[in-house]
Structures are given as structure tokens and as C-alpha cells.
């Protein structure tokens, strides 16, 4: 029962930051109708500005704070200079957005060498509830993505701005002539959406290891996590996302199999949970929870 | 109406270069030969992406993947079995990439509802982000080492060592698929997928089944993939995870979106160009490290300023999308 809630723990931990990268991603989409390829290389950004403040000596939560800012400000450079060009054309904009992704990913991986690194965690330790004890690090993540989403949500549904982006999702045309700027609100949007990412990438970096490839990473798993749980639904891709965490310690328990471990090693309980989760979406291509609001 | 004065450059740039690479070893020293064979393996995977993008618009990340499974299979094959025969290394290199494309083409483009580009180009990018883990943490496949081939590829007990023979073997399988492939595009065929391009919808209610021409299209370029990366396999007498995968997916996309998708010889001249730029800058270290950020912002800035690439300079847009299928005598006297 205790290691049954204590993975239960992990998995919900996992679902928070897959929930902040896909709801960044989600966003963008949904707004601008542009599935960001370079969304990975956000997550990337974020957890490799973390780790630049660690390596300078600075605080560590100095660097969490400071990525979503820092990678928001990169993608608002981005969405001025690039992105705009390419809102009739959504495809020519996944090439363009695929194409950035490159050029980041292969920047930073000659700067941090090709080696993986880790980052310690800004507070240490375990909490204790009961006999069991938890990291505290990541009760802090699952208690800020709740906060984050919650404002999100209420931004989205309370204030005057959210309003506009409402509206703009709705019918940009009419939204313009209503006296909206949609290339203000888009620049802004694409912004939000990145700083999510960074966001995501510092504060799950303590829990994983850096290293160059960590966005494309990132980037399937919210793919799959959305193409599991369903398109254009909140539900789904947060379910979609506790699946796949549920899979990779599920299929790491596998391993303990006698026989089955000659064949299993880390990787392919890695590359299992990618074809698991492939499989079920052509079973069920209209994910679990159905289309519904939004 | 089809106006006769227009002029072709296309057959013109076909020729053109087919005379030059005919020609060319003739000219150069064996170590270049070497490395222009090399482009022409690549061009066949070029080929291969060129078929899904520029003629079905299936977007895919996925022909590394394809290249390499053969280019693994054929590496196993030598290594563990011994088998190097090229009579035989072609079939499996065919057959790999056909199998292992027709799978992807089932779980992705035969699905219930009709795939979106995004989810068909995320689909086949896990894959390939899959395959290349796969690979690199597999020891019996040589893990991040790879796999070497030892043995020459061979006709009974004649060897073919890399140089002017190979290069000419290579050159008439590159002939040989880009035929076949140029005659699929321009036969009726090629006709109901540019109408696909166009409108995928509009073709389904015309009554082709649009999504089994595009897994047709794409299971033929996993062939073509397939025997690229056997080739390459033996060419090189290595293959690793680094010839599969995402990277070399990313150069498919680079060397077709260069050269000028829609035009079938445009991503061989893309090959070219990029390679060799490639070849030169190899020697000074500067750029070694930095060579994959240039890719990038070659792509970037190609997919901004100059969609239809190299080719396009030339050729125009009317010529690139070309005619289909044969003319008959009497719809050639009404165009006249």
C-alpha cells in the first residue's frame, strides 16, 4: 500500500510538469493554430538556464525564477521576428518552428559538452506524512503547477485580457474588428506559452538529468501524452500524461521478471511506453476523454 | 490550355547532371570518388523524402528511420552471418524498408479518421526518437558504438571495395529508383496525389481512397529508404545511431527543402550542395562543432525566403507541378 501511494506520488509529480509543458504548447496551438516543434527546446532552455545559474555560483531557485522570464523573452523575440510570418500557413510554420528547434538543441549541446549533468534541488529533503516521507521538491512542483494552472484559469476566464484571447481563439477576424490587436495578442500568447515551458524545464531539471536531447524528449512525450488523453479537452492530456508517467516505472517494474530482464534494459522500457502508447491511439484515435468544451 | 512555347528546363537540369556524374569520376581522385558516392546513397534517401513531401504531403520524420533499420539489418547480416553478397543486400535493404514503412503507414495513415499532417510528422518523429534509443543503449546491435562491417561488399568472390566501381553500382541504383519514381509522379498516379496535395477532402468525395494511395506512396519510399541505408551501410562499412534517427531524418528534409521539393531531381542537387559545402567546411574545427546550427539556419532560412529552394531559381512553379500521364493525339490537336 505505501509504495502504491508513493508512486502514485511520482506519477502525479511527472503529470504537473507535463501539464505545464503541454498546456504552453496547447495554447499556442489553439490560439494560432501552430503546433510549436520547438517546444522542447523551450523545456531545454529553461532547465539549461537553471543550470548556468547553478554553475555561476548563483542560488539555484535565482535560476528557476529566472527562466520563464528569460525563455518568455526569447520566445516573444521569436514570434516577432519569425512566427509571424507564418500564421496563414501552418504547416510552413511546423517546418520553420522544427527548424529553430534544431538550431537551439545544437547550440546548447556543444555548451554543456554532451554530458548529462545534474541539478540539486533547491530544497532538499523529505516531508513525512504518516510513516511514509515524500521529496519535498516534488510536493513544491505538484503545489506551484496547481497554483499556476488555477491562475491560468482564472486569467483566462476573469480578466479583461482573457477575454480578448478568448475571443481572438474564437474568430480572430472579428476579434480585429472589434479593435483588437491580434498580432499583440498572439506575440503575448506565444510568450506565455514559452514561459510555461521554461518554467517546466527548471523546475522538473532537479528530477531528471540535462542533457541536449531532453527537449525532443519532452516534445513526444506531450505529444503523446495529448493524442492519449484527447485533443482540445483540459482532461485529457493531464490523464494522458499520468499515463505515460504511469508506464515508464511500470514497464521498469517488468525488468524484475526473470528472463524478461536479459531483453529489457533501461532504453527499451523507454522506447516500450512510446509504442504502448502509439498502439493505443490507433486503437482509439479519438483519445479517452472525447472532445468536449473548449 | 496547354501552351507548346513554354519552355522545359527540367529534362534539361536532368540530363545535364546525369552526364555530369557519369563524367565525373574520370575527373576526380579516387578519395573524391569516394565521397561522391557517398552523396549519391544519400540522394536516394532524398528521393525517398521527396516522394512523401513534395508529391503526397505526408510530412515524416521517419525516413531515417527506415534507412537505418536496413542499414542495421544488412550490418547484422554481415556481421553475424557473414553474408556481404550485393545481389542479396539489395532485396533485404528493399524489403527492410518497405516492412518497417508499411507498419509505420498502418499505425499512422490507415488510422479510423484521416491523420493530420502533425500527427502523421509527431508519429514518425517518435519513432524515429525511439528507434535511435533503441539502438544506442543495445549491445548486441553495439550500443552508441555501432556496428562495423568488415567484409567487402561482393558478387560470388569478386569484391567491390569502395571507389570507381561502387560509384557506379550506386549511381545506376540511383538511376534506376529515380526512374521508376519519376514515372510513378508523372503517371495518372502522381495525378490523383497532387490532387490529394491540393485537397484531401475534395479527392476522398471524388471517390479515391486518398489514404491508401498515401500509404502506398509512403511504404514505396521506405523501399527506396531502405536501400539507401543498405548501401550506405556497406559504403561506409559502419552504421551507428547517429545514421539513425532524427539526425539523419533532418538531413532527408534539409537536402529535399534545399534542392526544391516537388521537382524529384531538386533534393539530388540538394544532396549535392549540402554535402559538399559539408565536405569543405569539415576541415577547419571552427565550424565542425557549429556545422548542425548552419543546417539549422540554412533550413530556417529556406522554409522562410525561399520555399521552393535551389530549383526554383530555375524552374518555374508551372513547370515544377508539370503535366500527368500521357497526352492522347486528340487532346494534343485541341491544345494545338
Not at chain 1, 137 to 156: A, D, E, K, P, Q
Not at chain 1, 174 to 203: D, E, Q, V
Not at chain 2, 163 to 176: K, S
Request: charged share 10%; net charge positive.
Amino acid at each position: 500500500m505505501d509504495e502504491i501511494i508513493k508512486i502514485v506520488f511520482d506519477i502525479v509529480s511527472f503529470s504537473c510538469i507535463m501539464v505545464l509543458i503541454v498546456s504552453g504548447l496547447a495554447i499556442i496551438a489553439s490560439l494560432m493554430g501552430i503546433f510549436n516543434f520547438a517546444h522542447g527546446e523551450f523545456v531545454l532552455l529553461g532547465a539549461y538556464t537553471t543550470w548556468l545559474f547553478q554553475e555561476s555560483g548563483l542560488p539555484v531557485w535565482a535560476g528557476m525564477l529566472a527562466a520563464p522570464f528569460i525563455v518568455g523573452a526569447f520566445g516573444f523575440f521569436l514570434e516577432v521576428t519569425i512566427i509571424r510570418r507564418f500564421y496563414k500557413a501552418a504547416i510552413v510554420a511546423m517546418l520553420a518552428t522544427y527548424a529553430i528547434g534544431l538550431i537551439v538543441r545544437e547550440i546548447v549541446r556543444p555548451l554543456i559538452g554532451g554530458r548529462f549533468y545534474k541539478v540539486s534541488e533547491p530544497i532538499p529533503g523529505l516531508f513525512e506524512i504518516g510513516d511514509m516521507s515524500f521529496s519535498i521538491w516534488r510536493g513544491v512542483i505538484i503545489v506551484l503547477t496547481i497554483i499556476i494552472m488555477t491562475s491560468c484559469y482564472l486569467f483566462l476566464t476573469k480578466t479583461n485580457y482573457g477575454l480578448k484571447i478568448r475571443g481572438a481563439m474564437e474568430n480572430p477576424a472579428l476579434a480585429r474588428t472589434c479593435g483588437i490587436s491580434t498580432a499583440k495578442l498572439y506575440a503575448f500568447t506565444f510568450a506565455f506559452g514559452a514561459a510555461l515551458a521554461g518554467l517546466a524545464g527548471a523546475l522538473m531539471v532537479p528530477l531528471y538529468t540535462l542533457f541536449a536531447d531532453l527537449g525532443l524528449r519532452f516534445l513526444v512525450m506531450a505529444f503523446l501524452s495529448v493524442m492519449l488523453g484527447g485533443v482540445g479537452t483540459f482532461e485529457g492530456p493531464v490523464l494522458g500524461s499520468a499515463l505515460i508517467g504511469a508506464m515508464v516505472p511500470g514497464f521498469q517494474w517488468l525488468r524484475e521478471i526473470p528472463y524478461i530482464v536479459d531483453f529489457l534494459s533501461p532504453i527499451f522500457s523507454e522506447v516500450l511506453v512510446f509504442l504502448t502508447a502509439i498502439i493505443i491511439v490507433k486503437i482509439r484515435p479519438q483519445g479517452l476523454i472525447k472532445r468536449g468544451r473548449i | 490550355m496547354r501552351s507548346n512555347n513554354s519552355r522545359k528546363y527540367l529534362p534539361i537540369i536532368e540530363i545535364c547532371l546525369l552526364v555530369g556524374l557519369i563524367v565525373a569520376p574520370l575527373f576526380i581522385n579516387e578519395f573524391m570518388t569516394v565521397i561522391l558516392t557517398r552523396m549519391l546513397i544519400l540522394g536516394l534517401l532524398a528521393i525517398s523524402f521527396e516522394l512523401c513531401w513534395g508529391y503526397s504531403g505526408i510530412m515524416t520524420f521517419g525516413q531515417g528511420l527506415f534507412f537505418g533499420m536496413a542499414g542495421y539489418v544488412v550490418a547484422l547480416f554481415a556481421n553475424k552471418a557473414g553474408f556481404v553478397q550485393i545481389w542479396g543486400v539489395i532485396p533485404i535493404g528493399l524489403l527492410v524498408g518497405a516492412i518497417t514503412s508499411f507498419v509505420i503507414a498502418w499505425l499512422l495513415l490507415l488510422g479510423r479518421k484521416p491523420p493530420e499532417i502533425i500527427f502523421v510528422a509527431l508519429g514518425t518523429l517518435t519513432f524515429s526518437y525511439a528507434a535511435e534509443r533503441l539502438v544506442s543503449g543495445w549491445y548486441w546491435v553495439g550500443g552508441g558504438n555501432g556496428l562495423s562491417i568488415f567484409d567487402f561488399l561482393s558478387f560470388g568472390s569478386f569484391e567491390i571495395e569502395a571507389g570507381r566501381l561502387f560509384y557506379y553500382i550506386a549511381g545506376t541504383i540511383l538511376l534506376i529508383s529515380y526512374l521508376i519514381s519519376r514515372y510513378l509522379v508523372k503517371s495518372q498516379l502522381g495525378l490523383v496525389l497532387a490532387g490529394t496535395r491540393q485537397n484531401e477532402k475534395r479527392m476522398a468525395f471524388l471517390g479515391y481512397r486518398v489514404r491508401t494511395y498515401k500509404a502506398l506512396v509512403f511504404t514505396f519510399a521506405g523501399a527506396i529508404a531502405g536501400l539507401g541505408g543498405a548501401l550506405y551501410a556497406h559504403h561506409e562499412g559502419f552504421i551507428g545511431p547517429n545514421n539513425m534517427g532524427i539526425g539523419i531524418s533532418t538531413m532527408a528534409v534539409l537536402y529535399t527543402l534545399f534542392g526544391g521539393a516537388g521537382s524529384l531531381i531538386g533534393p539530388i542537387i540538394g544532396v549535392l550542395a549540402i554535402e559538399t559545402i559539408s565536405f569543405n567546411l569539415s576541415d577547419i574545427d571552427a565550424f565542425k562543432s557549429f556545422w548542425p546550427v548552419i543546417l539549422g539556419v540554412i533550413l530556417l532560412v529556406i522554409v522562410t525566403f525561399k520555399p521552393d529552394g535551389l530549383i526554383g531559381f530555375i524552374v518555374s512553379q508551372r513547370e515544377r507541378i508539370g503535366t500527368f500521364g500521357k497526352i492522347s493525339k486528340k487532346n494534343k490537336n485541341q491544345d494545338s
